[in-house]
């Protein structure tokens, strides 16, 4: 069972780096053309200091080693913060008159609407991705808390107290 969650773990954390790299872009690309207030900017800065971070700590925390699997409470924080990224953007679609937010089709055109949506499509995947992450590191955590708990019988461990 530790290899099926091993695998969905890496599966995740591709899906991480992946959502955040496509966010990243599309927010880079707006940032850099970008000439106004402060105010849109800074909200768009966060959003790339979101998909920053999830890049890096997806790249960390692809190598498949246990340890990774108790990093749940700060894949729960990354998670809350693509939701906090996704309302900032959804805050922000509101304002190009593009339709409804949860009206995903079309995102393979190349305008504002379709690039626009196509990051808070991404940011909300990321955000889900990253829950998903938690729950499976969560799980992992109590599964082998529960089975450390467990009686064991046989040989003793190094250093341990003899039955003799």
């Known amino acids: 069972m530790p290899v099926i969650s091993r695998l969905i773990s890496i599966v995740f954390r591709v899906a991480q780096i992946v959502?955040?790299?496509?966010?990243?872009g599309i927010i880079g690309h707006y940032l850099a053309q970008y000439s106004g207030d402060a105010w849109p900017e800074a909200?768009?800065?966060?959003t790339e200091v979101v998909a920053g971070l999830s890049i890096l700590l997806g790249l960390i925390w692809l190598i498949p080693f246990s340890s990774g699997f108790f990093s749940w409470p700060f894949d729960v924080i990354i998670s809350?913060?693509?939701f906090a990224a996704f309302g900032i953007l959804v805050n922000a679609i509101h304002k190009l008159s593009c339709g409804s937010i949860w009206h995903w089709g079309g995102l393979y055109r190349n305008n504002t609407?379709?690039?626009w949506k196509a990051a808070e499509a991404f940011s909300f995947i990321s955000a889900i991705v990253w829950l998903a992450s938690?729950?499976?590191?969560?799980w992992f955590t109590f599964r082998v808390r529960k089975e450390s708990t467990a009686p064991t019988y046989g040989?003793?461990?190094f250093f341990g107290r003899s039955a003799v």
């Not at 938690?134 to 969560?138: K, Q, R, S, T």
């Open 155 to 157: 040989r003793r461990r």
């Open 113 to 115: 609407c379709s690039r």
């Open 80 to 82: 809350l913060a693509w």
């Open 134 to 138: 938690a729950l499976v590191g969560l």
């Open 43 to 46: 909200r768009w800065i966060y």
């Open 19 to 24: 959502c955040g790299a496509v966010v990243a």
